[in-house]
Structures are given as structure tokens and as C-alpha cells.
């Protein structure tokens, strides 16, 4: 009978331990995600910005060497990315093939204009800088005009501003959940070992001794959850990696180190600060309120 016993409290301990593991590994996942998205919520949208062309029309009467230093000059300058020049010949090649149709037999000329599609750095893709920019390159006499999507442009910079927002304030909601739940877990397996807490209480033993095992096993817990976090984690990133190379996930060591990091220690503190807190209530607990 007590052997029976025995094994029954033994599976029942393991059972406990496995959902505090399994508990701890979910949410910091989860917030793991998280953090990914807050640090590459940027360079998402980066991304997007940069693949805006300015596209700078010439005059006929531009001269060669005119063109030459306009390009020159806008690849090595501050806000560039990258400066094509794009002739009238190839315009109309890639126009062609667009409408499934060469309209220069139609018309009988080709009516486009030679070009350079500028593409800026994502921090110069503003309404106001991408103004100024225009206008310092209409002031070249042989410039044409300069055209780029400014409804495009406004949109995405609100949006970018509207999305980081509610990214932070996701964020800051899940954190409190991810210690909620991390916290109810760790307290029913204090609680299911409430009356030995209270039996050492009795024979003499100090708070702080008491506490000690219960704390230890818990972080020995919570670094296992953290370790299971970490393999879904970089299951993730190793994914995202190959289904966006763009994101360059791989080739940003410290952010990534840094994020495993601050799982690790976030994990720690959650499950220390938890067992600390439950222990302490039931240290305070009177024996008849142990039945409650």
C-alpha cells in the first residue's frame, strides 16, 4: 500500500514538474518571437523603403558627361543606395515586355526618356528629406523632372510608426502574461508540497533554509524550459532565415546572442522571483489554513 502510494505522489511530482518545464519553455518562446519581431520590425520595414525608386527624367539636350557626373555624383552622395542609369533603348525593351507588345512599331518612335532610378537609404525615405532631395536635382539644367510615389511614401512611414507601436505595446502585454502563467505553474508545485514546507517550519528550520531547495529546483526547471525555448527559437530563426534571406537573421550574431540572452536571464528571474514569493506564503500560512 505504501509503495502504491509512493509511486502515485512520485508520477504526480513528475507530472508537476513537466508542466512548470513545459509552461516556462511555451511562454518564453512566445516572448522570444516576440523580441525577434521588435528587433527586425526595422529592417522590415528598411527594407521596404529601399526598394522605392526616385526616377530622374532627362532632357534630350543632356550631354553625356553631364550624365555621367549627375550619376557619379548621387552614387557617392549620403542618401544613396544605389544610382542605374537606365537608357531609353532598355526602358522600352522592359516596357515591351510588360504589355506583351512592342509599342515602338506602333508609334513609330520611342517616346521615353533616358533616366536614373535612384534607390535611398531607408532612413532618407521621408516626405520632407525626399522633397529636398528633388528639389536639389531639379536644379541641374539638363533634368527633366523627378517622379517617385509620394502617397506610397507617406503611407508606409505612418504605418511603420502605427506598427511599432503596437508591436511594443503586444509585447508589454505578453511579458505580464508570460509571468502570470510562469508564476501560477511554479506555485502549484510549491503548493502540492505545502504541509513538508510546513513540517520543517515546525521542527525548527529557518525560512531562508526552507527555501532554498525549492528555489534551486525551480531555476534547475526553469533553465531546462529555457533550453527548450531556445531550439524552438532557433528553429525559427534558422526557417525565417532561408525563407527571407533578406533579413540577414544569420548575420547578426550580437542581436541574436543577445536575444538568447535575455531569454535566459528573463527565465531565471521569473522562476527565482516566483518560487521566492510562493514559498513565502505558505511559510506564513497557519497549519489549519493549509487545507484551503
Known amino acids: 500500500m505504501s509503495t502504491s502510494f509512493e509511486k502515485y505522489q512520485k508520477r504526480r511530482l513528475i507530472s508537476s514538474y513537466f508542466s512548470v518545464v513545459i509552461s516556462i519553455s511555451l511562454v518564453l518562446f512566445l516572448l522570444g518571437l516576440l523580441g525577434l519581431l521588435v528587433l527586425n520590425t526595422k529592417k522590415v520595414a528598411d527594407h521596404f523603403k529601399e526598394q522605392i525608386a526616385l526616377s530622374i527624367y532627362l532632357k534630350e539636350t543632356a550631354k553625356e558627361v553631364e550624365i555621367n557626373q549627375l550619376q557619379k555624383s548621387l552614387s557617392l552622395a549620403d542618401y544613396t543606395k544605389s544610382a542605374v542609369y537606365v537608357p531609353k533603348e532598355e526602358a522600352a525593351e522592359k516596357l515591351s515586355v510588360e504589355i506583351g507588345e512592342d509599342f515602338i512599331d506602333y508609334l513609330g518612335d520611342n517616346p521615353l526618356q533616358n533616366s536614373i532610378d535612384v534607390f535611398l537609404n531607408a532612413e532618407f525615405v521621408t516626405p520632407e528629406l525626399m522633397e529636398e532631395i528633388t528639389n536639389e536635382i531639379l536644379s541641374k539644367g539638363f533634368v527633366d523632372e523627378v517622379i517617385y510615389d509620394k502617397p506610397l511614401i507617406a503611407l508606409l512611414n505612418d504605418n ?107 527565465g531565471v528571474f521569473i522562476s527565482w522571483l516566483s518560487t521566492f514569493f510562493a514559498t513565502q506564503r505558505f511559510l506564513n500560512l497557519r497549519t489549519d489554513e493549509l487545507y484551503y
Do not use: C, D, H
Open 160 to 266: 511603420v510608426k502605427k506598427i511599432s507601436l503596437w508591436v511594443l505595446i503586444i509585447s508589454g502585454v505578453f511579458t505580464f502574461i508570460a509571468v502570470l502563467l510562469i508564476n501560477s505553474s511554479i506555485r502549484l508545485s510549491v503548493y502540492s508540497k505545502r504541509f513538508t514546507i510546513k513540517t520543517m517550519q515546525m521542527v525548527g528550520a529557518t525560512k531562508g533554509f526552507i527555501r532554498k531547495p525549492f528555489i534551486w529546483k525551480s531555476v534547475k526547471l526553469g533553465v531546462v524550459g529555457i533550453f527548450v525555448a531556445w531550439i524552438g527559437l532557433a528553429i525559427v530563426i534558422f526557417y525565417l532565415n532561408k525563407t527571407f534571406p533578406e533579413l540577414l537573421l544569420i548575420e547578426q550574431p550580437l542581436i541574436l546572442g543577445a536575444l538568447f540572452l535575455s531569454i535566459f536571464i528573463l
